[in-house]
């Protein structure tokens, strides 16, 4: 089920519609096993914090500096 592999660039979806760079860690298991929203870990590099974000605001950053909305 993994979509992602750990280490992977990734844009999350922020809540004004804004694309962050950030590096997929891993998935939370306990947010699907228990019924819940799928959910990952990810690692921002910009200010090296993480935090816990829902998989569907995830996509694959396919070169690093090309962001989605820019082609």
Known sequence: M???HEGQAIWVQQQDGSARA???VGTDENATWFGGTPAVYVVYPDTRSGEEVLMERVTVRDAPDVHPASG
């Open 22 to 24: 950030a590096i997929y």
């Open 2 to 4: 993994a979509m992602f």
